[in-house]
């Protein structure tokens, strides 16, 4: 999934979670061998985090299975996230999970590190993963007896939007399933307050925008212009104009133009989910586009040999068979490329989408009246153009045409076929010489 950053509006604020049975556990537990409680005082009141965290390695390493070993974890995981340190602050949450599996703050930080490192460049998939397990698992955590209901909603309330985040990314990016990156992206933007949705929430607005936006089951342009608007209009001033043209993009393929597009902004702006009545009006669909061309052209004879393909591609039937009833029988230069070429058959790809197609796909048959000698047979990439610009050309009849739906690599086309073809080769420039200059007598 495609990520654009939005700067410290997007940043994660920094958490100072103190988790309350920690703490009550000081006043509880009490540290019998003399020698062992100094270690633990000298390097606990250390005011320098970095020579805390030291002292309190060393104080692990030499008492591995000390009973403050849970205490000494807990401190650590916030000495080392109050430095930013990101790799001891996750090999200390690794540890305290150890010990204490249903550490919500050990899982949050583990959960906030992982998903930055597996955002990349370059993208890792198993760190994405690993984040996703565990904010599945924090996600389900039971409040511990000891904690009060105040303690325990502050930490949920900045721990759960993160954990539906980080598994909406890992089932984007990761997992490829867009439709389940929508579901959590939508579960975290619900814990939001409108306020936060504006701040905390901005980034993976955009990012579920990209979900809807994107090819598949689980696309929903609808969805994907509100959350593009959505996130055009909070982002700060440098990041829109990377926005708009994904919003612009998305509303002009659903909607086929650009009007109407500031007064959703304008209503995108007052919530952070579409309201059920919100709705945009489609675009014209293929069919009824060539109807409205083919009402407003008089003259249809008149019409580009790639128009007719186009209307005989895409027209409805009525549409296609009353322009057919005027090509049929009639002949026609047929400008194209050569794709394959025998001495009674020349296929040609004449529109854009067929010469573009990967690899390039004939959508003209013309069987030829004369079969050509073996010399003649025109190569692979030959062009054929039109003799009255001095070019070579293929002639023909128009016979038949059928539609062929569209696959994966091309898109919708017609089939056309045409009979008693022919080439008219390259005109040769003859060249005529001067008549010899008549020379005067001599006088005498």
Partial sequence: MKKLVLASVMALAS????????????????????TEYNAYNTASTQADPKAKAAGLETFLTTYPQSVVKTIVLNTLVDTYWGLQDADHTLSASTR????DPNNLKAILYSVVIKKKQGGGPPVDNQALDDAAALAQKGLTVPKPADTADADWKKLTDAAYPIFHSAIAVDDGTSKKDMKAAEAEFSNELMLYTDDQSKSAGLQDTLLLAQAYGAPGPGQDLVKAVWFYSRAWDFAPAAYKSKIEPSLEYNYKKYHGALDGLDAIKTQAATTTFPPGTFTLTPADTPEQKIHKILISTPDLSALALADKELVLA???K??????????KDKETPVPGIVVEATASVIKVAVTDDARNATPMVPDFTVNLKTPLADKDIPAKGFEFGLSSKGQAELDGTYDTYTQIPATDTVSQSAQIVLRDGA?????????????PAHRPAAAH
Avoid: C
């Fill in 15 to 34: 958490l100072n979670l103190v988790y309350a049975p920690t703490l009550r556990a000081q006043a509880d537990i009490s540290i019998k061998d003399p």
């Fill in 96 to 99: 305290l999970l150890q010990v």
């Fill in 314 to 316: 895409f027209g409805a």
């Fill in 318 to 327: 009525e549409d296609a068979d009353k322009l057919w009833a005027l090509m």
């Fill in 423 to 435: 080439i008219v080769p390259v005109k040769k420039t003859v060249v005529h010489k001067p008549s």
